[in-house]
């Protein structure tokens, strides 16, 4: 069974950094991408980028990049995204999500909440 | 970027009913086309893709058809586990893009 699980919620203040991690399990790592997709509280869904854990380049959503990084570590099957310059905007719920085809990702994490908060 | 409008924003929908949404794309995206579930605090679940696929698993009474700028997600009789709100996703450029949901609910 394929699952996702990841870090759990967060407290940050406006222009700090946060990482979450997505822990993959019940696949090869390296066969799905991963992609990482916004929630804000009670709104729609926007991706954020996603990364091939066997390639360097992931791809990011113009309106993240600059900001954010996505990387995946193939010894642990992790992937982590990690976003910078915090403002209250980016307060969400961030998904991971995980598929055999580049663009369509099957399988979901839990959901992270990032809280931006002075 | 594409934009896709879905609609209606809500419906209303008693169970045993059939349901249709609709989904514009700004422009074409081929079959390029994915449908999600999210129900409240829960993640998103994959229900159609190549916009006439069903997920793994995804019963028969879901079905998608559409090709170009116009796609329907048809749900044939409701059941009550089909109250959510359903997002059209399409995968022919960078960046992937989501409408803005239909809120299925009991009328």
């Known amino acids: 069974e394929v699952q996702l699980v990841q870090s759990g919620a967060e407290v940050k203040r406006p222009g700090a950094t946060v990482k979450i991690s997505c822990k993959a399990s019940?696949?090869?790592?390296?066969?799905?991408?991963i992609h990482w997709v916004q929630q804000a509280p009670g709104k729609g869904l926007e991706w954020v980028g996603l990364?091939?854990?066997?390639?360097?380049?992931?791809i990011y959503a113009e309106n993240f990049q600059g900001r954010v990084t996505i990387t995946a570590d193939t010894s642990t099957d992790t992937a982590y995204m990690e976003l910078s310059s915090l403002s209250s905007a980016d307060t969400a719920v961030y998904f991971c999500?995980?598929?055999?085809?580049?663009?369509?990702?099957?399988?979901w994490g839990q959901g992270t909440l990032v809280t931006v908060s002075s | 970027e594409i934009v896709l409008t879905q609609s209606p924003a809500t419906l209303s929908v008693s169970p045993g009913d059939r349901a249709t949404l609709s989904c514009r794309a700004s422009?074409?995206?081929?079959?390029?086309l994915a449908w999600y579930q999210q129900k409240p605090g829960q993640a998103p679940r994959l229900l159609i893709y190549d916009a006439s696929t069903r997920a793994t698993g995804i019963p028969a009474r879901f079905s998608g058809s559409g090709s170009g700028t116009e796609f329907t997600l048809t749900i044939s009789s409701l059941q009550s586990e089909d109250f959510a709100v359903y997002y059209c996703q399409q995968f022919s450029n960078w960046p992937l893009t989501f409408g803005r949901g239909t809120k299925v609910e009991i009328k």
């Open positions: 019940g696949y090869t790592f390296i066969d799905y991408y």
């Open positions: 990364v091939d854990p066997e390639d360097t380049d992931p």
């Open positions: 999500a995980a598929g055999e085809r580049q663009a369509v990702p099957d399988y």
């Open positions: 422009q074409g995206v081929g079959s390029n």
